[in-house]
């Protein structure tokens, strides 16, 4: 009896090691750096910084061709302005008569930041870059994959600095898109998931369910989702689109092919169909 509790509390205290791990890996996910800058796509650009209110220098590209519209591109989670995403959408921008200012949230590529909060405090990442821009006097547009779809429609809701925001699939309710992604990527049961929410929570991670957003956001916003999405489900998209229409005279979704982040790939006319959203109302 006594060696089968010792068993039980070993198995117990490597569980709980492992929840620990993989908590970890979440809220500090690995930097996602490469060597290709703008000038790669034959850009003039500069290396940017800015300090977020809570202290953390944020780093980030700026592309100016001179014009009085820019467009903010924002990664999502786990990756950074390194992204496959942010590298097209920075050409196809530059194209259509857009500057650029593409940076890294925190706990991402080259910023500051101990963990990363899921949208909850890198609202304050792109405020600090809105900050930035602000002497440069421009028409501001946001674009968000995922996190950053998060962080896009909740600056539509809380700062009047940005004119129109694409959120190209952001999770409408952060718990369940958190607990597909444990499925998906860890091939984890989706009922460890409240434990290691614990875990996360204690670390400082924070939620942000977009759901709370719909009845705020009165700004022109286009949401994007793909049919083949593992993470972000179309009818949570949907959902928040009709409530948002309630109070949004300019809001549209667009439910595209492929899978999360990877509507371009499949959809061929994507660059063109959101700059062109943003570039009418910007």
Not at 82 to 94: L, N, Q, S, T
Request: glycine residues 8%.
């Amino acid at each position: 009896m006594v060696d089968l509790a010792i068993v039980l509390v070993v198995v117990l205290l490597l569980v709980d090691g492992f929840l620990a791990f993989i908590t970890y890996r979440l809220v500090k996910p690995p930097r996602h750096v490469e060597d290709w800058t703008p000038a790669d796509l034959g850009l003039s650009y500069k290396d940017v910084e800015f300090q977020t209110e809570d202290g953390l220098k944020i780093r980030g590209w700026w592309v100016d061709v001179n014009s009085n519209r820019t467009l903010v591109v924002m990664h999502g989670y786990t990756t950074s302005r390194w992204a496959f995403y942010v590298k097209r959408m920075i050409k196809e921008a530059v194209e259509r008569g857009f500057n650029v200012l593409a940076f890294d949230f925190r706990a991402h590529g080259e910023s500051e930041g101990k963990i990363t909060t899921f949208g909850f405090y890198e609202i304050l990442d792109l405020k600090a870059a809105l900050d930035w821009l602000q002497p440069l006097n421009q028409k501001v547009c946001l674009l968000g994959y995922s996190m950053g779809g998060i962080v896009a429609v909740r600056a539509l809701a809380e700062d009047d600095r940005s004119l129109a925001g694409v959120a190209d699939s952001a999770p409408v309710y952060a718990d369940k898109s958190a607990a597909r992604g444990l499925k998906y990527f860890a091939r984890l049961p989706t009922w460890i998931y409240p434990v290691i929410k614990g875990y996360a929570m204690f670390l400082g991670a924070k939620n942000v369910d977009l759901i709370d957003y719909a009845d705020r956001v009165r700004k022109p916003l286009l949401l994007v989702v793909g049919e083949q999405d593992p993470l972000v489900r179309v009818e949570e998209v949907r959902e928040f689109y009709e409530l948002n229409r309630r109070v949004n005279d300019d809001v549209q979704i667009w439910v595209g092919k492929g899978g999360h982040v990877r509507i371009m790939l499949e959809e061929p006319e994507y660059a063109e169909r959101v700059l062109a959203f943003l570039k009418d109302r910007c």
